[in-house]
T-cell receptor, first 113, second 115 residues
Framework: AQSVTQLGSHVSVSEGALVLLRCNYS??????LFWYVQYPNQGLQLLLK??????LVKGINGFEAEFKKSETSFHLTKPSAHMSDAAEYFC???????????FGRGTSLIVHP | DADVTQTPRNRITKTGKRIMLECSQT?????MYWYRQDPGLGLRLIYY???????NKGEISDGYSVSRQAQAKFSLSLESAIPNQTALYFC??????????????FGPGTRLLVL
């Protein structure tokens, strides 16, 4: 069985500060891991994903995440927050690309001027 | 034009009414999904379909039904709407031919209010 835990339903940062959104997963097989972003009044769009290979994954808009098997984590980071980063972020896990992903409950990123 | 479209975008209905939410896609994907989003609960899978002849229940299918009219169309019905079905509903697609990806593509959502 697979599951995802996102620590913190809300994260608040100042513009220019480091963004860190936490995601821990559980999977019985090597996982596929995803981060999706949802801007207000829009659907989800893929930010980045890990399938195999390099454990540090770079995505759109300056975000990156590192797959750490020993910690069962896939935390999302960005060195410097922009106001436009304010959105809901979802971590997801699947047991391979052909399987249905399980989503976390989401983390709302708030960016203060 | 958007690759995954949902109609209507907003809907208000009354308890006991039957309603249908529609999803269409131009991505040529074989797999389609219906999710509902509730604040603090993330996305929960209602139904999914891997091709026109394949329909599967998800985590929370009670009170819902679906129809896969064509590869590009996947509809969600609420047979008798109740207030706790008030939520944001998303349709999504993925491509079996690219299983190494696993990426899902989401529509813009339908906001449903059941009074």
């Amino acid at each position: 069985a697979q599951s995802v835990t996102q620590l913190g339903s809300h994260v608040s940062v100042s513009e220019g500060a480091l963004v860190l959104l936490r995601c821990n997963y559980s999977s019985s097989v090597p996982p596929y891991l995803f981060w999706y972003v949802q801007y207000p009044n829009q659907g989800l769009q893929l930010l980045l994903k890990y399938t195999t290979g390099a454990t540090l994954v770079k995505g759109i808009n300056g975000f990156e995440a590192e797959f750490k098997k020993s910690e069962t984590s896939f935390h999302l980071t960005k060195p410097s927050a922009h106001m436009s980063d304010a959105a809901e972020y979802f971590c997801a896990v699947s047991e391979g690309g052909s399987y249905i992903p399980t989503f976390g409950r989401g983390t709302s990123l708030i960016v203060h001027p | 034009d958007a690759d995954v479209t949902q109609t209507p975008r907003n809907r208000i209905t009354k308890t006991g009414k039957r309603i249908m939410l529609e999803c269409s896609q131009t991505k040529g994907h074989d797999r389609m999904y219906w999710y509902r989003q509730d604040p603090g609960l993330g996305l929960r899978l209602i139904y999914y379909s891997f091709d026109v002849k394949d329909i599967n229940k998800g985590e929370i299918s009670d009170g819902y039904s679906v129809s896969r009219q064509a590869q590009a169309k996947f509809s969600l019905s609420l047979e008798s709407a109740i207030p706790n079905q008030t939520a944001l509903y998303f349709c999504a697609t993925s491509d079996y031919r690219n299983t190494a990806s696993g990426t899902q593509y989401f529509g813009p959502g339908t906001r449903l209010l059941v009074l």
